[in-house]
């Protein structure tokens, strides 16, 4: 059974730093690009950053390019969200996602959640204030 399973959400204060995981289950991740996105209350589901496998590319969304790093480790079967400089409007639910047609690159339709994730995790809550 395939399960992504987020954690590491939680109150930071603006400028602040946080590290999203995503711990995957039920498959071969080394194999599979994996995408980040997000989705605040009332806003459509936003493509952050996808990885590919081993040295296959990384890509960002404008929002997060230069704040946001992406990273995996296959070993652990986990893939890393670093997200730094946060301001409040990057507070939203936060998942990763992956899909049969994402096998080893990240395709040119990323950052589309209706194209290409049939799998997502159950999400996990970041919240920028002070």
């Known amino acids: 059974q395939v399960q992504l399973v987020e954690s590491g959400g939680g109150l930071v204060q603006p400028g602040g730093s946080l590290r999203l995981s995503c711990t995957a289950s039920?498959?071969?991740?080394?194999?599979?690009?994996i995408t980040w996105f997000r989705q605040a209350p009332g806003k459509e589901r936003e493509g952050l950053s996808c990885?590919?496998?081993?040295?296959?590319?990384?890509y960002y969304a404008d929002s997060v390019k230069g704040r946001f790093t992406v990273s995996r480790n296959n070993a652990t079967k986990t893939i890393y969200l670093q997200m730094n400089a946060l301001k409040s409007e990057d507070t939203a639910v936060y998942y990763c996602?992956?899909?049969?047609?994402?096998?080893?690159?990240?395709?040119?339709?990323?950052?589309?959640?209706?194209?290409?994730?049939?799998?997502w995790g159950q999400g996990t809550q970041v919240t920028v204030s002070s």
């Open positions: 039920g498959f071969s991740v080394r194999f599979y690009a």
């Open positions: 990885i590919g496998v081993s040295d296959r590319g990384t």
């Open positions: 996602a992956t899909g049969g047609s994402m096998t080893y690159n990240c395709p040119t339709s990323w950052a589309e959640p209706e194209i290409n994730y049939g799998y």
